[in-house]
């Protein structure tokens, strides 16, 4: 059984940074489609960004992140960050990170393009 666990998330001053880990267990990073979603209070859980696993290889971002955020992966560790930079208020949220066997280009944005989910943990961007 795959599992996911974030860590890292905590409270942010604007502008800071902050690095978001995702460790998988049961399972190989490497061989999984990595993703990143995020939902702020009221809102619906959206798309921050993935790493398409080997084969493909390939990052996708919101454009709402892009330049700032970015997702790298350490297979010795089967962990995958996500590092956030220059961080708004607007990225205040529960972060969750996804994990999928399968590499379709046009699923890796959509909740539904991923079958394991971790418990998600929260980002404040505050002063």
Not at 55 to 76: M, P, Q
Request: charged share 20%.
């Amino acid at each position: 059984q795959v599992q996911l666990v974030e860590s890292g998330g905590g409270l942010v001053q604007p502008g800071g940074s902050l690095r978001l880990s995702c460790t998988v267990s049961g399972g190989t990073v490497s061989r999984y489609t990595m993703g990143w979603f995020r939902q702020a209070p009221g809102k619906e859980r959206e798309f921050v960004g993935a790493l398409r696993r080997l084969g493909a290889n390939t990052y996708h971002y919101a454009e709402s992140v892009k330049g700032r955020f970015t997702i790298s992966r350490d297979n010795a560790k089967n962990t995958v960050y996500l590092q956030m930079d220059r961080v708004n208020a607007e990225d205040t949220a529960l972060y969750y990170c996804a994990a999928d066997a399968q590499s379709i280009l046009s699923s890796v944005r959509l909740e539904m393009g991923y079958r394991y989910w971790g418990q998600g943990t929260q980002v404040t961007v505050a002063s």
